[in-house]
């Protein structure tokens, strides 16, 4: 994610904040003012942002003071003027204690903000970092741009004031939410990284004029929304105004895939990546200490295998492991970007002349992708391929809406390409999944239950249903490789001039890449049934993935005997062309290479057996269920979406699956 979030409590959370952070990750010297040790570390000040600066008396873009911060963040969520408020009352001949309730806002908190951290991908920050002041411009304008969108986003659908017994009321904050945003532009390791911290308050105003806490739950949950968010309006913004566009790229085989920058080489945004270099050495060797661990009695300490969720939180420790001390001596924005290029031209391994002429590779790549890749969205069609990826991602196959508006958020990102979208594409795709391909399974015991935000969902379709495909045989091991002790049992002598990260770790399959394989059948069925159409509407297979696939793929290569067993035959307007898929399936440039062979789609049966089964049971159950027994709050068009269609589970074979 490009959208991090951290929680920040009163007292030695905020100090540090107010110490390292506010002054671009340095170390600012003791008793110096806040703007003059933002001013010795080159960056610039912080600046406000939010709707609900009014009711404070501040203005958007109005300088951070060190107090303001000090009164909102450390004392526990009092006005940004709390001192002039509690001055004047007492002037006035207010009680001290009147005097001090006059600048509070509300009760007194201890978690008095959340800090977010906006970057974009490396291959915009290294067109901001290498191109020209215009082009600096530019990407910084989108940069604020996009923080500004996912903040409104927040405000609107997200943030939700708690009040009452046991915090059962709910309100959204109708003046808005207040922030504080500071500027950074490198990383620890002293490669550029622009990036920004926006320090969000926890408080709003209620109508009544009564100032609540924002619920933080909400903020967390909703994070890889507003991480999808940024991507997808800061890549756009910058495509549109440099003319550029977006491809995706594998950074890492069976997870997903990232967006960027069409034209910028692989081996700048490795030179950027010194730290995750070191963090997936030591990753690898955590790795293999978890499934090697036994306790006292020679038993496994932890599971034999290394799961996602335990891979999380090793990478969390590897990263902390890893960190680099604080940087050095600052160095102002101009001279920083010197160095970059100079060191990049040096150790990189990319021509001079590329890197010097950076955005016109782009503006190049960008020219060739957009005359033969169009940007075709269907609705429709969207709806299943979301689907899918979430049901297969989410373990159980159960969901929320947020899941579903995050991967339509990635998915309109994939297809448009860095073209900008219509506001409210995303809002169609999920409603679109919900109403034909999700089935409501909610029992809300909670007012919270009952929120449409909250609603419990799954897949409508089982992929059981699919045909079967064959199994392919297993590859042999190799002789040569030495794995790792199995659970309860010593850790073996590590081969002479082996590494940690050689050793075969046991694994479990990675979700996406089983996601983009249930994707892909269903598309299958789909492109079979191209006529059928759904509300009214038809799939338009072909043109949604010409607009979904890169140009290698485009091209028609003629059809390799080793898979002419096949029904569909290679083509532009037909199936899959698999000769320009194995071709490029060690490129690390592009999904298509990892996930769309004929190969591992006859995996999929047996991979989804378990998972098919959980849906039918979950589907079987609440299929004669009376609609009117859950009552469906919200908007009407909202009832109508969550409402369940047809009269069972497998509505979807007749709308064309």
């Known amino acids: 994610m490009t959208v991090d979030i951290r929680i920040v409590r009163a007292g030695q959370m905020y100090r540090y904040y107010l110490r390292e952070t506010v002054v671009g990750d340095g170390r600012r010297p003791a008793r110096t003012p806040l703007r003059a040790a933002q001013e010795q570390a080159g960056v610039p000040a912080g600046r406000w942002m939010g709707r609900g600066l009014a009711a404070l008396g501040l203005a958007s873009g109005e300088e951070v003071t060190e107090a303001q911060l000090r009164n909102l963040f450390g004392e526990r969520g009092r006005h940004p003027y709390a001192d002039r408020i509690e001055a004047d009352r007492l002037a006035q001949g207010a009680s001290p204690t009147e005097a001090y309730r006059a600048g509070a806002l509300g009760r007194r908190v201890t978690v008095t903000g959340v800090d977010?951290?906006?970057?974009?991908?490396?291959?915009?920050?290294?067109?901001?970092?290498?191109?020209?002041?215009?082009?600096?411009?530019?990407?910084?304008?989108a940069h604020e741009y996009a923080i500004v969108r996912v903040l409104e986003w927040i405000e609107d659908e997200v943030a939700v004031i708690r009040y009452g017994k046991d915090g059962n009321y709910r309100v959204r904050p109708p003046g808005g939410l207040v922030a504080a945003r500071f500027r950074h532009y490198e990383a620890r390791s002293g490669r550029p990284l622009l990036h920004d911290?926006?320090?969000?308050?926890?408080?709003?105003?209620?109508?009544?004029?009564?100032?609540?806490?924002?619920?933080?739950?909400?903020?967390?949950?909703?994070?890889?929304?507003?991480?999808?968010?940024?991507?997808?309006?800061?890549?756009?913004?910058?495509?549109?105004?440099?003319?550029?566009?977006?491809?995706?790229?594998?950074?890492?085989?069976?997870?997903?895939?990232?967006?960027?920058?069409?034209?910028?080489?692989?081996?700048?945004?490795?030179?950027?990546?010194?730290?995750?270099?070191?963090?997936?050495?030591?990753?690898?060797?955590?790795?293999?200490?978890?499934?090697?661990?036994?306790d006292d009695d020679g038993e496994p300490k932890y599971l034999p295998v290394v799961s996602e969720r335990a891979r999380a939180k090793l990478n969390q420790i590897a990263a902390r492991k890893t960190r680099p001390p604080k940087k050095g001596k600052a160095r102002s924005l101009a001279q920083l970007r010197a160095d970059w290029k100079a060191s990049a031209i040096r150790t990189s391994g990319v021509a001079a002349d590329v890197i010097t002429s950076l955005l016109e590779y782009a503006r190049a790549a960008a020219a060739a992708m957009r005359a033969r890749v169009a940007a075709v969205v269907d609705v429709a069609l969207a709806a299943v391929d979301v689907t899918a990826t979430v049901f297969v991602m989410n373990n159980g196959?159960?969901?929320?809406?947020r899941h579903l508006l995050a991967e339509a958020r990635r998915h309109l990102a994939y297809v448009l390409r860095g073209r900008r979208r219509d506001p409210g594409l995303d809002d169609q795709v999920v409603a679109a999944a919900i109403s034909t391909h999700?089935?409501?399974?909610?029992?809300?015991?909670?007012?919270?239950?009952?929120?449409?935000?909250?609603?419990?969902?799954?897949?409508?379709?089982?992929?059981?249903?699919?045909?079967?495909?064959?199994?392919?045989?297993?590859?042999?091991?190799?002789?040569?490789?030495?794995?790792?002790?199995?659970?309860?049992?010593?850790?073996?002598?590590?081969?002479?001039?082996?590494?940690?990260?050689e050793w075969d770790?046991?694994?479990?399959?990675?979700?996406?890449?089983?996601?983009?394989?249930?994707?892909?059948?269903?598309?299958?069925?789909?492109?079979?049934?191209?006529?059928?159409?759904?509300?009214?509407?038809?799939?338009?297979?072909?043109?949604?993935?010409?607009?979904?696939?890169?140009?290698?793929?485009?091209?028609?290569?003629?059809?390799?005997?080793?898979?002419?067993?096949q029904d569909d035959k290679p083509g532009r307007h037909e199936a899959l062309d698999l000769t320009a898929l194995r071709?490029?399936?060690?490129?690390?440039?592009?999904?298509?290479?990892?996930?769309?062979?004929a190969e591992r789609l006859r995996h999929l049966q047996d991979v989804f057996t378990a998972a098919a089964d959980r849906a039918h049971t979950t589907m079987d159950r609440y299929t004669h269920r009376d609609d009117a027994e859950t009552p469906q709050p919200g908007r009407p068009d909202d009832q109508q979406a969550l409402r369940p269609q047809g009269p069972g589970p497998h509505r979807g074979r007749d709308a064309g699956h």
């Not at 800061?234 to 550029?244: I, K, R």
């Not at 071709?583 to 062979?597: C, I, K, N, P």
Request: proline share 8%; with cysteine.
């Open 397 to 401: 196959g159960r969901f929320h809406r």
């Open 116 to 141: 977010f951290v906006f970057r974009p991908q490396p291959s915009i920050y290294l067109l901001w970092a290498f191109g020209d002041e215009e082009t600096r411009r530019v990407i910084e304008a």
């Open 583 to 597: 071709a490029l399936r060690d490129s690390r440039r592009d999904v298509e290479a990892l996930d769309l062979t």
């Open 505 to 565: 770790v046991p694994r479990v399959p990675l979700q996406y890449d089983r996601a983009v394989l249930a994707g892909a059948v269903v598309r299958e069925q789909l492109r079979a049934t191209t006529a059928t159409a759904v509300r009214g509407r038809a799939y338009d297979v072909v043109a949604h993935q010409q607009a979904a696939m890169p140009e290698q793929l485009l091209a028609h290569e003629p059809a390799d005997p080793e898979h002419d067993d």
């Open 197 to 294: 911290h926006v320090l969000l308050s926890v408080k709003g105003q209620r109508l009544d004029g009564k100032w609540g806490s924002i619920h933080t739950t909400a903020l967390h949950e909703n994070t890889v929304a507003a991480s999808a968010l940024y991507n997808e309006l800061v890549a756009a913004e910058v495509c549109e105004e440099l003319g550029l566009a977006t491809e995706p790229r594998t950074v890492t085989p069976g997870r997903r895939p990232v967006m960027e920058i069409a034209g910028v080489p692989h081996g700048l945004i490795r030179w950027t990546a010194q730290r995750s270099d070191q963090i997936a050495a030591c990753l690898a060797e955590l790795e293999h200490e978890y499934v090697t661990a036994v």
């Open 438 to 501: 999700c089935l409501d399974i909610s029992e809300p015991k909670t007012v919270r239950g009952l929120e449409a935000g909250y609603r419990l969902y799954t897949a409508r379709w089982a992929l059981s249903d699919l045909p079967a495909r064959r199994r392919s045989p297993t590859a042999a091991p190799d002789p040569d490789r030495h794995p790792p002790a199995g659970p309860g049992e010593l850790a073996a002598p590590r081969p002479p001039g082996q590494d940690a990260g």
